[in-house]
């Protein structure tokens, strides 16, 4: 476990609906395995924490669920991102990507200074 | 905006809307599903694969939990979980609950109730804008405290002063609706044209009067309450416009009043102006307007009043003969209440505040109790760790379940009582009758509860905690510990003594109500029915019309089976406080000086056998009395005393009521003025001796009829006879002479039961508290007992200690009681009509009752205590 990274706080939720725009609507268990494919199996996620942030996501009105059939023939509920999501989606990613540039700027050896 | 309707989502989860759990349980469910399936492919055994699947989902109860706490609002689900233990544990002690719960229902619903009225009677502003502007104008005479204005004066304070914005004057005027239907006696108001902009209401629909209207020789308007367009009109709007025929005049409707627009009185149907001619000036004498004004914004009441007085100093100088003596006086509408309704309120107010101490009292005692009982739970959940916050917050939770239980069916007690309690609104408060139940009312209720919740939800907790602290377990529920023991005997001492207070101040005022009632009125009330007739005018002026009128009705009503005698009388005693003239004796003129004015009253022969007031000397007025005949008088012998003290006053002659009079008979006195006022003599008048078109208003209305049948069964009988001699005559005021004289004393007597009702849950209380502390006491003490019966001690000993100990409590709660009571008999003084503060029988009386009930409350604990059995006894624990 030592050398897999813990899912920092607040970056699940992006992660849930970035992972929803490529997917297209999927349920939690699949968002669950693509967040950690995508990851390239560096993320440790208990895929229980995924429920909460699914909630929270839905209580902002961000994502909409509802019952379906998985690919394997089970009942699982599945979630789609609604507009509001797409904006929010859009927003907070800019918004990381910045912060990232900025630190990235820091950690990178000093050129001009 | 997204915030709240998250919060609003998750408090849905919280109160449980949302069938979360279930649905949480499916998805996790279908997750698990779903790995274990992929997990199988990769090859893993049925087992391994499941195991590993919730292994990775993080624990399925620790995800449950995760989410319910996203879902839900902790804080809340913590409260609402509190709550529903709160309300099991009362479930498990309902004899408890339901207690408490009438405890802090009686001690409200008294309190919101009372408050209500008095807000409603005393405090709360009338229904005009800007009322305390709003100021009654009276004059002031020697030996009246206030009296109306004459129209002169009125007229002479409205130009001069510079105090008001509008000074506006009214009076009384009732008239007959003829043509709708049966004719009807409505109640009305002649008014200035300028009272309704004084007042600053505005019509509901149509116009009121403006100063055009009040003109003299403008066209007859009138303008209709609201009640009687429902009633009379069926709230037809088409009625603007169109006229109404009162006392056979035309009238025009101009506009309808808003349904709580309540002006000067209550009974107030319709108003029309007074068109005042020059020669309505002339008599300064002639008082029957009520002024009332509004201040100019910023003038004082005392600065007005000044003012007034100036100007009425002023008048005197101008006019030293008509206004001799004569002031001028202003009060705030809004304090335009007998001192007796006021008094009456308060007195209420103290004892629903007594009761709620009482009440209070008492259920501070059962928490304790309750709470000593879990003490053993409660030092066992603190030595286990539950914190102090958390035992805190349940007994909060406890509280609140009892205090909204009790708070909300005190509303609805309070609700119910409230139309009982309509008839202590004064008549002359210009509202309707019934208080509203409103928001004042359920704010006031709603602190008393709180207060109750906090109070009696956070000292238990933190008394509990204090003493369950320390060693709580090692000390049994027997030790209750002495300042707990001293805390319930003040509180049952506080019980006694508010009780006390209640007892006797109650008693005092039945007293002084059967002595308002035992008071002889000078005639007799039983078998007597008495209405009005009123005849209109022009219609009826000449005195020979009328007469004709009253002979036919009383000719056909004395003929009557069972009917004894029948008159007729201008108005009847207690019905009518006016009509006061003064009298001129000797030539002299006492205009106005105290005591030398009598009450006239026009009757016709046989008034006094009707009434059975004893005719002393002399004889009645007789049908040969007539206009032109010398003009005779019967005077009541306190007119006699007071003018021929020592002679003989038959054949005395008088200046009364614009002619000289010659006495004729002299008959026992009369309360004009009711059972407890003074009343000025009487003089009374034969009906024929007026001239046409004189003193109209005092043309006799009142029929009084003795009878040996039932008065009531008489009325339809009498009703043909009088449409038999008008078809268009109204007949009102049906009542029989018990209702006139018992309307005397009605607010009292309703004062009186409320106050009864008080005091008697008072003291079945006051009796529980001691019951429920000695009963305490005894189990407590049961081991002690039984080590002292198998020592020897008799069980008349131990009888004895159990009843010593309660009648202390009855003696140290009696002693402050009887003081206090006192203190409030003070207060009462002006309401005991005569019965001292300091009454011996009722300060014994109350003394022994409240001494019986610590009896009776003492007797079973002790009963039960002289039936402990000793090896019983010792043996426990």
Redesign the interface.
């Known amino acids: 476990m030592g050398d897999k990274a813990d899912v920092w706080q607040g970056t699940l939720a992006l992660m849930v609906l970035k992972t929803l725009q490529v997917m297209g609507p999927s ?4 968002i669950a ?1 693509r967040i950690e494919q995508t990851s390239g199996n560096l993320l440790s996620l ?4 995924l ?2 942030a699914l ?2 996501l839905e ?3 961000a994502i909409s669920s509802e019952w379906g059939v ?1 690919e ?1 023939n ?4 599945f979630y789609k991102l609604t507009r509001a999501g797409r904006k929010q989606l859009d927003r907070e990613a800019q918004e990381w990507e910045q912060a990232t540039a900025i630190l990235a700027r820091f950690l990178s050896p000093a050129e001009e200074a | 905006m997204l915030k709240l309707s998250v919060l609003w989502r998750r408090l849905r989860g919280a109160l449980g809307a949302a069938p979360a759990d279930d649905e949480l349980a499916a998805e996790l469910e279908s997750h698990l599903q779903m790995h274990t399936d992929d997990n199988l492919r990769s090859g893993m055994t049925p087992e391994q694969a499941r195991r590993h699947a919730i292994l990775k989902l993080g624990g399925l109860e620790q995800t449950k939990q995760a989410y319910r706490e996203r879902n839900t609002i902790p804080f809340i689900e913590a409260l609402l979980a509190d709550v529903r233990y709160a309300w099991r544990q009362l479930l498990r002690s309902p004899g408890f609950a339901m207690t408490a719960v009438l405890l802090i229902t009686i001690g409200i619903g008294a309190n919101a109730a009372i408050f209500t009225l008095v807000d409603f009677v005393l405090i709360r502003p009338l229904p005009f804008p800007e009322p305390e502007r709003l100021i009654k104008v009276m004059e002031k005479h020697p030996g009246y405290s206030m009296m109306e204005l004459s129209p002169a004066n009125y007229r002479d304070l409205k130009s001069a002063n510079t105090s008001f914005a509008a000074l506006a004057a009214y009076n009384s005027n009732p008239m007959n609706l003829v043509g709708q239907g049966e004719p009807l006696r409505l109640e009305g108001a002649s008014v200035t044209g300028n009272l309704f902009s004084t007042l600053d209401r505005s019509a509901l629909i149509g116009r009121y009067f403006s100063e055009n209207d009040d003109k003299a020789g403008a066209p007859g308007t009138v303008v209709l309450s609201y009640a009687l367009w429902q009633t009379e009109f069926e709230g037809d709007r088409n009625v603007l416009g169109k006229s109404i025929f009162l006392d056979n005049n035309p009238y025009t409707v101009i506009g309808i009043m808003p349904p709580d627009f309540h002006f000067p009185s209550r009974e107030t149907q319709f108003w029309t102006t007074f068109k005042f001619q020059e020669g309505d000036y002339q008599d300064r004498g002639n008082n029957d307007l009520s002024g009332i004004g509004r201040l100019k914004p910023g003038v004082s009441l005392t600065a007005a009043r000044s003012e007034l007085t100036l100007i009425a100093a002023r008048l005197q100088r101008q006019y030293p003969k008509e206004n001799k003596d004569v002031s001028v006086t202003v009060i705030g509408l809004r304090d335009d209440l007998s001192t007796q309704s006021k008094v009456l309120l308060k007195v209420l107010c103290g004892a629903a505040l007594c009761v709620l101490v009482i009440a209070c009292a008492n259920l501070a005692n059962l928490l304790l109790t309750r709470s000593l009982a879990r003490q053993k739970e409660l030092s066992i959940r603190l030595s286990l760790g539950a914190n102090r916050r958390h035992i805190l917050r349940q007994f909060l939770s406890e509280s609140l379940l009892l205090g909204v239980a009790g708070g909300a069916s005190a509303v609805g007690v309070a609700t119910v009582a409230l139309p009982l309690l309509s008839r202590l609104v004064p008549n002359s408060l210009p509202t309707q009758q019934v208080p509203p139940v409103d928001l004042r009312m359920l704010l006031f209720a709603l602190s008393l509860t709180l207060i109750i919740i906090i109070l009696f939800g956070v000292a238990p907790a933190l008394w509990a905690c204090r003493t369950a602290g320390f060693g709580g377990l090692r000390v049994g529920v027997r030790t209750g510990g002495a300042g707990h023991h001293r805390l319930r005997s003040v509180l049952v001492i506080a019980e006694v003594a508010a009780s006390v207070v209640l007892l006797i101040s109650s008693g005092l005022l039945i007293r002084a109500l059967w002595k308002v009632q035992s008071t002889d009125p000078g005639f007799r009330t039983n078998g007597i029915l008495t209405l009005h007739t009123a005849l209109p005018f022009p219609k009826y002026d000449k005195t020979s019309t009328r007469d004709q009128f009253y002979r036919k009705v009383l000719t056909d009503v004395r003929r009557l089976p069972g009917v004894t005698d029948a008159a007729y009388i201008t108005a009847l005693p207690m019905t009518w406080r006016g009509g006061i003239w003064p009298v001129i004796v000797g030539g002299r003129d006492q205009i106005r000086t105290e005591g030398n004015s009598a009450s006239a009253r026009f009757v016709t022969p046989g008034f006094y056998a009707t009434l059975g007031i004893a005719i002393r000397s002399g004889r009645d007025v007789s049908e040969l009395d007539t206009a032109d005949r010398p003009y005779v008088a019967v005077v009541s012998e306190s007119f006699a005393r007071r003018y021929w003290p020592d002679e003989q006053p038959i054949g005395r002659h008088f200046g009364f009521a614009m002619h000289d009079r010659e006495i004729i008979g002299v008959v026992g006195d009369v309360r004009v003025r009711g059972l407890e006022r003074t009343s000025e003599p009487q003089v009374y008048l034969s009906y024929q001796q007026v001239p046409d078109g004189w003193l109209t208003y005092y043309a006799p209305k009142d029929l009084v009829v003795h009878s040996s049948q039932a008065p009531q069964s008489l009325l339809p009988a009498i009703r043909q006879i009088i449409r038999t001699a008008d078809s268009t005559q109204t007949i009102s005021d049906v009542r029989t002479m018990e209702e006139i004289v018992g309307g005397e004393t009605e607010s009292r007597a309703i004062q009186m039961r409320v106050l009864i009702a008080f005091t008697a849950v008072a003291i079945l209380l006051a009796g529980l508290g001691i019951y429920g502390l000695l009963s305490f006491v005894v189990s407590m003490r049961e081991q002690e007992f039984g080590i002292r019966m198998a020592l020897g001690a008799c069980q008349s000993d131990i009888f004895k200690m159990v009843l010593r100990q309660g009648a202390v409590m009855a003696v140290a709660g009696l002693l402050p009681g009887l003081a206090l009571a006192y203190g409030a008999a003070r207060l009462l003084e002006s309401l005991l009509a005569g019965v001292r503060p300091a009454d011996l029988l009722t300060f014994s009386t109350a003394a022994a009752l409240c001494l019986i009930t610590t009896l009776l409350g003492s007797l079973v604990p002790a009963l039960r205590a002289v039936r402990t059995d000793p090896t019983a006894a010792m043996r426990v624990e």
């Open positions: 349920h939690g268990y699949g395995r208990n895929y229980g924490t429920y909460p909630l929270k209580q902002e009105g998985s394997n089970r009942k699982a509920k």
